[in-house]
């Protein structure tokens, strides 16, 4: 074998190259991996939004679920001692008798939009939130009259 020389110098090494497919496959399980698990409790997760009529309508596939049911209340009846309120939600369409236990807000009442959060227990919706839908509209009042009036009637 010769030595190298200045004028005969070795050949440049070849650079090996490294195979991709271990990386790639790495990456994708990671990606799979962490979609299945997102994705997969999602479904438990879900809480749908539901009018009475809709409910009706999918009962087999919403049984059992936490959910939401959205309509106008009416036959309200609480009792501010134990706090305990039965009142129906209703679309037009269907309506479901409602339980829930708690404090009620001042806007609650006969024909005012509400939401309640819970599930069915048998053809009852025992609720755990309620939410009550104000109006959206604020008048200012624009002389001392209007004020003396606004404020006697929430008196």
Do not use: C, W
């Not at 490294?18 to 809480?47: D, H, M, Q």
């Not at 053809?123 to 002389?143: C, D």
């Amino acid at each position: 074998m010769s030595q190298p020389t200045p004028r005969n110098p070795l050949p440049r090494a070849r650079q090996r190259r490294r195979n991709p497919l271990p990386v790639v496959l790495g990456v994708t399980a990671l990606v799979g991996l962490t979609a299945f698990i997102a994705f997969g409790n999602l479904n438990k997760s879900l809480e749908y939004f539901v009018t009475p009529t809709e409910y009706s309508q999918q009962k087999a596939e919403l049984e059992g679920r936490p959910i939401r049911i959205g309509g106008l209340v009416r036959a309200v009846d609480y009792d501010p001692q134990t706090l305990a309120l039965k009142f129906v939600v209703s679309d037009g369409g269907a309506s479901f008798p409602v339980q829930y236990s708690g404090a009620v807000s001042d806007l609650f009442k006969e024909n005012q939009g509400v939401v309640v959060r819970g599930e069915f227990q048998g053809n009852i919706f025992h609720a755990q939130e309620l939410i009550v839908k104000h109006s959206e509209e604020y008048n200012v009042p624009k002389t001392q009259t209007e004020l003396k009036d606004m404020l006697q009637q929430t008196q």
